[in-house]
């Protein structure tokens, strides 16, 4: 599977959610 | 692809919507019920009028997502007093549109041959849910990013005590789909999406606490008014 980057941002939107 | 998307959407029981004091002795009950994606209005009529009842039709006044009757509604032999008969309307989406106050109010017109009765029920709007609302990730990030924070409406749901897999599967049965998941500092970070009939897109972050039966629920839509009534179907979906 390609590393398109996404799962990666999910959890940058996750951590920034529970910290911003 | 799980028993829930077979069996369908959390179907309501059916309520009074005319009493029959109110309407010469028809008594209407109903509810609503989304499967493989068909939208019909279940009913029940009943006489408790000394005479038979005939001649039945149906017609619902303009609303909100444009909801309409998609056949006739047939009562095939007149209605002996005290009988009751069990009706299933398939309903259509592409009907008139006006905004009605609340968004889901829907006004309804039956008649007989008795007169004209007049009613309006609420609908939960998970029947607006279609199949294919589960959103590209990238597209989810991207229309995340996009809608603006004034558009996210923030809401808790109690008396929850699911964890995010029960939770998860639940709402996708009711095509409430999870994007993505990710856990920190042991929160559960579900990231949903969901389409309305008329093509309005619902983002959504749900968080589940371990332990914690409240989750809270944040909404993102480019049409805001419709997050309160997500949030609605929501509960419904979870609490039943």
Same mark, same amino acid.
């Given at each position: 599977?390609?590393?398109?980057?996404?799962?990666?941002?999910?959890?940058?939107?996750?951590?920034?959610?529970?910290?911003? | 692809?799980?028993?829930? %998307?077979?069996? @369908?959407?959390?179907?309501?029981? *059916?309520?009074?919507?005319?009493?029959?004091?109110?309407? *010469? @002795?028809? !008594?209407? &009950?109903?509810?609503? /019920?989304?499967?493989?994606?068909?939208?019909?209005?279940?009913? $029940?009529?009943?006489?408790?009028?000394?005479?038979?009842?005939?001649?039945?039709?149906?017609?619902?006044?303009?609303? &909100?997502? @444009?909801?309409?009757?998609?056949?006739?509604? $047939?009562?095939?032999?007149?209605?002996?007093?005290?009988?009751?008969? !069990?009706?299933?309307?398939?309903?259509?989406?592409?009907?008139?549109?006006?905004?009605?106050?609340?968004?889901?109010?829907?006004?309804?017109?039956?008649?007989?041959?008795?007169? #004209?009765?007049?009613?309006?029920?609420?609908?939960?709007?998970?029947?607006?849910?279609?199949?294919?609302?589960?959103?590209?990730?990238?597209?989810?990030?991207? /229309?995340?990013?996009?809608?603006?924070?004034?558009?996210?409406?923030?809401?808790?749901?109690?008396?929850?005590?699911?964890?995010?897999?029960?939770?998860?599967?639940?709402?996708?049965?009711?095509?409430?789909?999870? #994007?993505?998941?990710?856990?920190? !500092?042991?929160?559960?970070?579900?990231?949903?999406?969901?389409?309305? /009939?008329?093509?309005?897109?619902?983002?959504? !972050?749900?968080?589940?606490?371990? @332990?914690?039966?409240?989750?809270?629920? %944040?909404? *993102?839509?480019?049409?805001?008014?419709? &997050?309160?009534?997500?949030?609605?179907?929501?509960? /419904?979906?979870?609490?039943?």
């Amino acid at each position: 599977e390609l590393d398109d980057g996404l799962d990666e941002a999910f959890s940058r939107l996750a951590q920034s959610r529970t910290n911003p | 692809s799980g028993v829930g %998307s077979l069996s @369908g959407s959390y179907v309501a029981p *059916k309520a009074v919507w005319l009493p029959a004091m109110k309407a *010469k @002795g028809l !008594e209407i &009950s109903g509810t609503f /019920t989304r499967q493989v994606g068909s939208i019909t209005m279940d009913l $029940q009529l009943t006489n408790k009028a000394l005479q038979a009842m005939t001649d039945f039709a149906i017609q619902f006044n303009r609303n &909100s997502f @444009g909801l309409a009757p998609a056949a006739p509604l $047939q009562v095939h032999a007149p209605l002996s007093p005290n009988q009751t008969v !069990e009706i299933s309307l398939p309903l259509s989406s592409v009907g008139s549109v006006m905004k009605m106050e609340p968004l889901n109010n829907l006004q309804v017109a039956v008649k007989n041959n008795i007169d #004209v009765f007049y009613f309006s029920t609420l609908y939960s709007l998970h029947i607006l849910f279609v199949e294919d609302g589960k959103m590209d990730r990238q597209m989810f990030l991207a /229309t995340w990013k996009d809608i603006p924070n004034e558009n996210e409406a923030q809401f808790q749901i109690r008396d929850c005590p699911l964890n995010s897999e029960a939770v998860s599967t639940k709402l996708q049965s009711s095509n409430i789909f999870t #994007v993505a998941r990710r856990t920190v !500092e042991g929160q559960d970070m579900l990231y949903q999406s969901l389409k309305l /009939t008329n093509g309005i897109w619902v983002l959504a !972050e749900l968080r589940v606490q371990p @332990g914690n039966p409240s989750l809270t629920l %944040s909404l *993102k839509c480019r049409a805001p008014e419709v &997050s309160q009534h997500v949030h609605q179907a929501y509960e /419904t979906i979870l609490k039943n």
